[in-house]
Each structure stands twice: as C-alpha cells, then as structure tokens.
C-alpha cells in the first residue's frame, strides 16, 4: 500500500490517551489529505480492554479511507523484558507498505497541532543537510539528556532507509533488563549502536521540544521508579498548546 504515514504505537493501559491521539492525528490527516496507516500493538493491556476493543473493531471505519488503523493484541504481557519483540511485530509491517514517512510515537505523547506535517518538514531539512539522516530522534533530547548521543527513543519519524539498515527488526536484548529491571528496555539503545557501525545512515536528534506533550501517568515502558529521571514538571511548566 502506498502511504504518505505509516504510524507505530506499542501501547499497555493507555486506550483513553489513545483515542485522543489517534482522533488528533487523522484530524490533520483528513484535512491535509493524506493516506495513513496507524497499526498499534497492544501489550495485552488489562485496563481499558473495551476501548481498545473499540478501536480495534469501530474505528477503522470512522476515519477510513484517510486514515486506516489496525490493533492486535498480544495474548500475554511482553512488557520492557520482551520489548524488542513488540517492536519487531511493528517493524515487520514496514516492509508490507511503501510509505514515504514512517513515524513511530508513544501512547503517552499528545502531538501538537500539525505534527505529521511538523515533524516530516524537520526531518527534510535535516536530510537536506545531511543526506545520510534516515531517522530523527523526537523525545529523547530532553527525556534522558542523550540528544548528543543521538540515542534513540520511542519516538521517531524515519524513511525506509532505516529499517533496511537494522534489517526491519531488533536482537533480543533482554539479558539487560534481567540485570537491571529498573532499566530501560534497551531498544533504543541497542537500535542506536548497530546505525552507529555505518557510514551510509545516521540519526538525528531533534531539539524542538514543541511536539510531543508527555502524559503524567507512567506506562509500562516508564514505570514510577523511574519518574525521578523524567523532566515531567517542565513539560508541564514549559509547554504551550499550539
């Protein structure tokens, strides 16, 4: 299928956050006229299981044909040990799909006003730049202080370049969060070393703190152990609803 946006949500709890997001974005997507396809993947998420059922069964049909949604849902919980195989289930739906951008965004980031719009402009320039840049970092800058590290976070936007470049999938990197649980997955991390290694491709951070507003609740990815590490007060101090 050819696709302006091919959209990646992994997803645990959150079905309320996202419906918000996935009326805002096919919002600018029915105005703007673009072809999107939003596949999320629910991590067997014991809360909200009717409104996921919602979204899985009735909302498809609500936003088509502009913005297409596809939900499935794992039949036992993945969580950050198994985060690499969430990813991998999204992933693989990119080789199925000629899309021009693919974006990938948390279920507890709310997008500003144009942001497919926003984000893909960026990322342009970015490329114009530099014609090695296949993806653009959008959280990690301010979330973890990395942004000179180029690491990646679950937040992007990329073109098909990146996917080809770490084969449509990750290696499993549980063995990290064994040691550590109250780590990070070690997707991101992991993503951002094997770009690393090639000349041909790199990432860019993005330093435009205006397009994702973080939702206060902590997801399964950020558990509360780890809100000491989040800047959650200056996201709510700082950011301005456009």
Not at 179 to 205: C, K, N, W
Request: hydrophobic share 35%; glycine share 4%.
């Amino acid at each position: 299928m050819d696709l302006d946006y091919l959209i990646l949500t992994p997803t645990y709890n959150r079905a309320q956050y996202l419906m918000k997001i996935l009326r805002h974005l096919a919002e600018e997507a029915g105005r703007r006229s673009y072809k999107c396809l939003h596949i999320i993947q629910d991590d067997c998420s014991q809360e909200g299981k009717e409104a996921y059922r919602q979204i899985r069964d009735g909302w498809q049909r609500e936003f088509a044909p502009w913005y297409l949604i596809e939900c499935s849902r794992w039949s036992q919980n993945h969580g950050k040990l198994r985060f690499w195989e969430t990813l991998n289930r999204l992933y693989a739906n990119v080789r199925l799909h000629n899309a021009r951008y693919v974006v990938q965004i948390p279920d507890d980031g709310m997008p500003c006003k144009d942001f497919l719009t926003r984000t893909a402009e960026h990322f342009e320039r970015l490329k114009q730049r530099d014609a090695r840049v296949c993806a653009m970092n959008i959280l990690c800058t301010l979330l973890m202080n990395w942004g000179s590290q180029r690491y990646l976070d679950n937040a992007m936007i990329a073109d098909q370049r990146f996917f080809e470049a770490i084969g449509y999938q990750l290696h499993n990197c549980s063995a990290k969060h064994r040691v550590s649980p109250q780590s990070g997955s070690g997707t991101g991390m992991q993503v951002t070393h094997r770009i690393l290694e090639r000349s041909d491709v790199r990432v860019a951070p993005c330093q435009d703190v205006s397009y994702l507003r973080l939702m206060d609740t902590p997801s399964v990815m950020y558990p509360p152990e780890k809100l000491k590490t989040r800047p959650a007060v200056w996201w709510r101090e700082n950011f301005v609803d456009s």
